[in-house]
């Protein structure tokens, strides 16, 4: 086993629970399917509860388990799961002297996330979310997994109801706290995106007194947000001349970006090698947070350098199809109207014939359908040549499409993998995006993994 990272004797303190027995763990689990050996185990309830898989958890490796009732082997007993993973997470960061910072943003923030890791590795350990933890249970799990030797801690928090940022904040306690950006993204759950900023701004209700709230000076509810921020400390990122970072010039490519940034009369250069507009900000952000933390700044920037496209968020791929040399940009683990822009930005960046597969955009609420439409405008300035769109909503965007651009229409991914097939050239550049729901990944993997 790795190094301890919670003795039984610490989990049954932190969370006010009973050990059964003495023994130590390396790491903390709420699945089966990706438990390691030596791990804590917490089983929590949702579709299924978690402790009908205890006894999985254990012939697995688990080190031990969390359980509200008595179990074999060895287990801290606890009254509520969920509790006890939240009491555990506070303390994982309460017993280190980690700078805790906590991201969030309707665009960008595990993007935004991995950077600052990236970043922040240069400076020391640096501890961070996994994939998209950033919800009720993937908070606490990230916290509790923390080493205590950390010193800078990366948290995404994400949330599609009022209320739920507020609880993630006043957890978590950070010292910086970033907004990436507002914009209409679950505004099925939302009246307008006005109560989304609102809802965004909870993250401010946790920041320490001492804390440090880092906003997009470009967003329009940013003043919004501000007025909410009472005496906190603010800095701002963006191209207005009375930013904290200020974007002096940048230059965007397929490749990437090459920005000038001012901060506190420092002149900083950052080159990304992440194509899009939207990285320009990306790279801002990070910078800003980097000012924040009191970190070196031509040190920051230079490890940016460093920072790559993620699986599902922008990552590019050069296959072969069928004797066909294609290039893949895999966008298929989330969409708004935002990021989709953003995405089909990127998509015309790139030289070659331009295909684009496109699925649903959830939770949009009752303005959906124009908002699938309105993605016909950046389609054409792209220079896209045609679009094979996927699900329900997508039929609005078809309409909208000039004729020669309108692809097939695809009830699910496996439907649009073979239309895309069928549209294929030699050197065609592919963007494939949308909601998660609509299983855009799986069509992804199967160009990737060869089996299309």
Not at 204 to 212: A, E, Q, V, W, Y
Request: hydrophobic share 40%; net charge negative.
């Amino acid at each position: 086993m790795s190094k301890a990272l919670w003795t039984s004797a610490d989990i049954a303190k932190a969370t006010g629970g009973e050990a059964n027995a003495e023994f130590a763990v390396s790491g903390l689990s709420i699945d089966t399917r990706t438990i390691e050996t030596g791990d804590l185990f917490v089983p929590l309830k949702d579709i299924r509860d978690g402790h009908d898989f205890i006894p999985m958890a254990m012939e697995k490796g688990a080190g031990g388990t969390l359980s509200e009732k008595p179990v074999q082997g060895h287990a801290v007993i606890v009254k509520d799961s969920l509790q006890a993973l939240r009491d555990l997470g506070k303390e994982g960061v309460e017993r280190s002297r980690a700078l805790r910072i906590a991201v969030t943003g309707s665009v960008g923030k595990t993007s935004v996330k991995e950077a600052l890791a990236h970043m922040f590795f240069a400076f020391g350990n640096t501890h961070k979310s996994l994939k998209s933890y950033n919800n009720h249970w993937g908070v606490p799990l990230t916290m509790a997994r923390m080493p205590q030797e950390t010193e800078f801690g990366v948290f995404e928090m994400g949330m599609n109801h009022a209320g739920e940022l507020s609880g993630l904040s006043n957890l978590l306690r950070p010292d910086i706290a970033l907004i990436t950006t507002v914009a209409g993204a679950h505004l099925a759950h939302f009246e307008n995106v006005e109560a989304i900023a609102d809802a965004k701004a909870e993250i401010i209700d946790g920041l320490r007194n001492n804390g440090t709230l880092i906003l997009n000076a470009d967003n329009p509810y940013t003043d919004r947000i501000k007025a909410k921020a009472g005496e906190k400390k603010i800095i701002t990122f963006g191209h207005a001349d009375d930013c904290d970072v200020t974007i002096v010039t940048s230059q965007t490519h397929e490749h990437g970006s090459n920005t000038r940034l001012r901060i506190n009369a420092q002149q900083i250069d950052v080159t990304l090698l992440v194509p899009g507009e939207h990285w320009v900000m990306n790279g801002a952000a990070c910078m800003a947070v980097a000012y924040a933390a009191g970190v070196d700044l031509r040190k920051a920037a230079k490890a940016l350098r460093g920072v790559r496209a993620e699986g599902g968020r922008g990552q590019t791929h050069a296959l072969n199809l069928n004797g066909k040399s294609i290039t893949l940009i895999d966008e298929s683990y989330n969409a708004n109207p935002t990021s989709m822009q953003a995405a089909i930005n990127v998509l015309g960046l790139k030289p070659g014939r331009r295909l684009a597969v496109l699925g649903d955009m959830a939770e949009l609420g009752k303005d959906e359908l124009a908002m699938h439409a309105e993605l016909s405008k950046p389609l054409e300035a792209a220079g896209v040549s045609r679009v094979i769109v996927v699900g329900e909503c997508m039929r609005a965007l078809k309409g909208a499409l000039p004729q020669p651009m309108r692809g097939a229409w695809a009830r699910d991914w496996d439907y649009a993998l073979g239309a895309l097939k069928e549209e294929i050239e030699d050197g065609d550049v592919i963007l494939v995006k949308g909601s998660n729901s609509v299983g855009l990944s799986k069509l992804v993997a199967a160009l990737i993994e060869g089996t299309a």
